[in-house]
Nanobody
Framework: FQLQACGGGLVQAGGSLRLSCSLSGESAEYYAAAWFRQAPGKEREEVSCISNKGGNTDYSDSVKGRFTISRDNAQNTVYLQMNSLKPEDTGVYYC????????????????????WGKGTLVTVSS
């Protein structure tokens, strides 16, 4: 089971980016997913998560109202739409997944994620 994130880049403050995370090897609908980020010199921070069938989402206070997590299980892809970006959003963004099973299972920030992809760099200039 592998995850691959993409969509990072350089954007001005106030701009938008959409990150994508492809899940391969097993059906995405069995896995909750999350986005984490790590800024230079700072600890990794979980910014959002979504349940395996997309029925519930959770966000950190730092991104609530600006970021939206979603998923398309038919495409085995999880997205993070990032709007109103700020310089403090700069960092390497990672997607992660944790097994939930065949039924919808709620997920919350802090839940354990077992699988990680390589990160994609987001740089927000002021």
């Amino acid at each position: 089971f592998q995850l691959q994130a993409c969509g990072g880049g350089l954007v001005q403050a106030g701009g938008s980016l959409r990150l994508s995370c492809s899940l391969s090897g097993e059906s995405a609908e069995y896995y909750a997913a999350a986005w984490f980020r790590q800024a230079p010199g700072k600890e990794r921070e979980e910014v959002s998560c979504i349940s395996n069938k997309g029925g519930n989402t959770d966000y950190s206070d730092s991104v609530k109202g600006r970021f939206t997590i979603s998923r398309d299980n038919a495409q085995n892809t999880v997205y993070l739409q990032m709007n109103s970006l700020k310089p403090e959003d700069t960092g390497v963004y990672y997607c992660a997944a944790g097994y939930s099973g065949g039924r919808e299972r709620a997920v919350y920030l802090g839940d354990v994620m077992d699988y990680w992809g390589k990160g994609t760099l987001v740089t927000v200039s002021s």
